[in-house]
């Protein structure tokens, strides 16, 4: 492995080491990037939480790793791996840090030297204040960088409070806010797609699109986490998070340079140009039976499906609207981005039944097969003039015969390296949540939906004439 790929020693420390985020994402990543030779020549991992694991942490570890690992796991390297381990109860806070502190110091004295220090910070949003503050207190922000999972506060007024304890503790610097979404591939792809080919970017605006879709809906519902997503909802943990920021990477006019500062920069007048969304943009959803799930609330009014319409109004988009959508229950699981481009007169064609026929698009899949499809209309083979449309596919594994790294992976791996490109800073999110202020204090009703299907019916009228791009059937078997 290249040596500038190799992170300086650290010592990591995962709060939440025993929740559904360490054992689904956290763990496994760390473990694949050991396996492909991409974390520190020295380490240590410590799991802290206030409750006890059932068994050992590595046995925890190893357990998360196989059923959500996306690599199978080699004997000699999980054996380095799970010796480097380590797990801490305990209730880490300004009044009492000196347990995990000196758990800390120990591990920097099996490494030598001064390591450094990553705070991954996988617990419920209101706690971040709590850590934050204990971390600057107990004097463990040296050399320390600090990772904050979404949502970053739940509103306004709660982003300035924790924002403001995470000034006190730390240098905007040390200040690592992840969303995993901007570490897909395909995602960072449209820079390339964009910005490195020549036929995308002269038609990447209002001249040419008629509207952009980002479409997240889930077929799963809400698990066990019914304690995080009653007070959240859709609109908070997806709409503020992932796909505001997916939006502004679509939307952002090029960087000056692929580094942190002119990303982020081109990122944050992207939500500045964005007018507050509406009650009349947003559609609100609830699945049917949600109510009846433990820890729910009988008279519940959170909702579980957002579709929204948001107008980026600078001189590249202006009048073209973006739709967003996301929602558990759904009748399948996607997370894409579509680019509608505008119907031509169709002179030569005008007596077809165009209506019939989709736009022409292109389609960023971002997860799954992640790749990019170029969907449009051709002649359909035969004596007669009659259009179908046709599709050019891009896909990783198939163009350069390897999966795509992980986002958590990705992310993890550049928070080791001190890399903030891929991150979100406090102006930006501060935007998203001034954005949806208005409808967060005064939201529309909620529309019922079938549990399997597309939503509730009025997210079909908040994007007409134009149709959501759904996945196409399966062929029925010959």
């Not at 001190?418 to 949806?436: K, M, N, P, Q, S």
Request: net charge negative; hydrophobic share 40%.
């Amino acid at each position: 492995m290249p040596a500038d790929l190799i992170p300086e020693n650290h010592v990591i420390v995962i709060f939440g080491g025993n929740g559904d985020l360490a054992r689904r994402k956290l763990l496994p990543a760390l473990y694949h990037l050991h396996a492909e030779g991409l974390m520190p020549r020295r380490w240590r991992i410590i799991g802290n939480s206030r409750r006890e694991l059932e068994g050992p942490f590595d046995e925890v570890a190893r357990k998360a790793v196989e059923e959500f690992g996306r690599c199978c796991i080699d004997e000699d390297a999980w054996e380095v791996f799970a010796s480097r381990l380590s797990y801490m109860s305990h209730d880490f806070t300004p009044a009492d840090p000196g347990p995990l502190r000196d758990a800390v110091a120990e591990a920097e004295r099996e490494i030598g030297g001064e390591p450094s220090r990553l705070y991954y910070l996988s617990v419920p949003p209101s706690a971040f204040g709590t850590i934050t503050d204990a971390l600057g207190k107990s004097g463990m922000t040296d050399r320390s960088r600090v990772v904050f999972e979404k949502p970053f506060g739940v509103d306004q007024a709660s982003f300035e409070e924790l924002d403001a304890t995470v000034r006190r503790a730390l240098d905007e610097e040390q200040v690592y806010r992840i969303d995993h979404f901007l570490g897909k591939e395909t995602l960072q792809n449209v820079l390339a797609l964009r910005f490195a080919n020549g036929m995308f970017e002269p038609i990447w605006n209002r001249g040419h699109i008629d509207h952009v879709q980002i479409d997240v809906p889930e077929s799963l519902g809400i698990g066990t986490r019914a304690s995080f997503y009653e007070p959240t909802g859709a609109l908070r943990d997806m709409v503020v998070t992932h796909l505001l920021q997916v939006l502004s990477v679509i939307a952002m006019e090029p960087p000056t340079a692929f580094e942190p500062k002119p990303l982020l920069d081109e990122k944050a007048k992207v939500f500045e140009s964005m007018a507050p969304v509406r009650a009349s943009d947003l559609v609100r959803g609830q699945f049917d039976g949600y109510t009846d799930l433990d820890g729910v609330a009988a008279d519940s009014q959170t909702e579980t499906f957002v579709a929204a319409r948001v107008r980026v109004d600078n001189w590249r988009w202006a009048g073209v609207p973006f739709y967003l959508r996301t929602g558990k229950r759904m009748a399948a699981s996607r997370q894409t981005v579509t680019l509608a481009f505008a119907e031509p007169p169709m002179q030569m064609f005008r007596d077809l039944p165009q209506d019939r026929l989709p736009n022409d698009h292109l389609t960023l899949d971002l997860a799954g097969d992640e790749g990019i499809t170029l969907s449009f209309l051709a002649k359909v083979p035969g004596p007669a003039v009659r259009l179908g449309p046709a599709r050019m596919t891009f896909s990783y594994e198939g163009s350069f015969g390897s999966e795509a790294i992980g986002p958590y992976e990705r992310l993890l791996h550049d928070a080791l390296m001190g890399d903030r490109t891929l991150f979100t800073r406090a102006d930006g999110i501060a935007r998203t949540w001034e954005l949806v202020s208005g409808v967060l204090r005064s939201p529309p009703p909620l529309h019922r939906y079938p549990q399997g299907s597309w939503g509730p019916g009025a997210a079909m009228d908040l994007i007409a004439p134009r149709r959501w791009h759904l996945p196409e059937p399966e062929p029925e078997p010959e």
